[in-house]
């Protein structure tokens, strides 16, 4: 491999995380929450901590779906830091017991759970279950 073809393939590997990435997530705060809850949004509560693999690879996989299909990219996801939530009294009335796990809410009432599946089919049929509740 020649300097110029690394250098191009590094820095397009190096950019691709941006790209793959490209589509709306908002931090979960209890504010936020409150007025999510009150609305009639569909939102996609994402579970996740940073160190964890299988939230890095649900996220990526999330990204691609949105890539591949345009419409996903119009759902609403919350990203709730699992650290500083995941034993808070939302996680516990919402019985999140762990990580990695995506819930499609509307007017503070879940609609879809997925717990756990890092699986391309799974979080399209979830996302289109949310899709279909807006």
């Known amino acids: 491999m020649n300097r110029r073809a690394f250098l191009t393939t590094t820095s397009a590997a190096l950019a691709l995380p941006h790209v793959a990435f ?20 569909v939102v996609i509560l994402n579970f996740r901590a940073n160190w964890s693999l299988t939230c890095q690879i649900k996220q990526e996989l999330i990204a691609t779906a949105i890539t591949e299909n345009p419409a996903y990219g119009q759902l609403q996801f919350i990203n709730v830091n699992w650290d500083t ?21 509307k007017n503070g009432s879940e609609i879809a759970r997925l717990v756990n599946e890092p699986h391309a089919r799974k979080i399209q049929s979830l996302m289109d279950t949310a899709l279909d509740a807006r």
């Open 85 to 105: 939530y995941g034993r808070s009294r939302m996680a516990e009335r919402l019985k999140v017991e762990r990580r990695s796990t995506l819930l499609v809410m």
């Open 22 to 41: 490209a589509f709306q997530v908002r931090t979960f705060t209890p504010a936020l929450w409150d007025e999510v809850r009150s609305t009639d949004q």
